[in-house]
C-alpha cells in the first residue's frame, strides 16, 4: 500500500495541526497503522499507533495533546495535535504495519 501524509506546516506553539495519511488501499485489514516523526539530528520515534481494532498507544511525550484517528471508508489515518510544543518539530512519517512508509510531511513550532 502506498501513503501519502500531508498537513504539516508551521504554527505557533500552543497552536494546533491535523495530519492525514490516505492509502492507496483498504486499511481496514493492516493490523497497525502509525505516526512517526524524525527531529533533525536525532533518531526516528514513535508517536501514536492504532490497531485494526482501534486500539491506541501515545508516546508519552504527546499524550494527552495529540489524537489519532481512523477512517476506514475514506483509507486515511489522522493525527490531532494540539498544545504543539517547539519539540515537536520533525518530520512526520505515517506508516502501516512499518512495511509502507509516507514521504512525510514537516511540522515546525516556533516559540
Known amino acids: 500500500v502506498q501513503l501519502q501524509a500531508s498537513g504539516g506546516g508551521l504554527v505557533q506553539a500552543g497552536g494546533s495541526l491535523r495530519l492525514s495519511c490516505v492509502a492507496s488501499?483498504?486499511?481496514?485489514?493492516?493490523?497497525?497503522m502509525g505516526w512517526f516523526r524524525q527531529a533533525p539530528g536525532k533518531q526516528r520515534e514513535l508517536v501514536a499507533r492504532?490497531?485494526?481494532?482501534?486500539?491506541?498507544y501515545y508516546a508519552d511525550s504527546v499524550k494527552g495533546r495529540f489524537t489519532m484517528s481512523r477512517d476506514n471508508a475514506k483509507n486515511t489515518v489522522y493525527l490531532q495535535m494540539n498544545s504543539l510544543k517547539p519539540e515537536d518539530t520533525a518530520v512526520y512519517y505515517c506508516?502501516?504495519?512499518?512495511?509502507?512508509w509516507g514521504q512525510g510531511t514537516q511540522v515546525t513550532v516556533s516559540s
Open positions: 492504532m490497531s485494526s481494532y482501534s486500539s491506541t
Open positions: 488501499g483498504n486499511i481496514s485489514s493492516i493490523s497497525v
Open positions: 506508516t502501516a504495519s512499518q512495511a509502507s
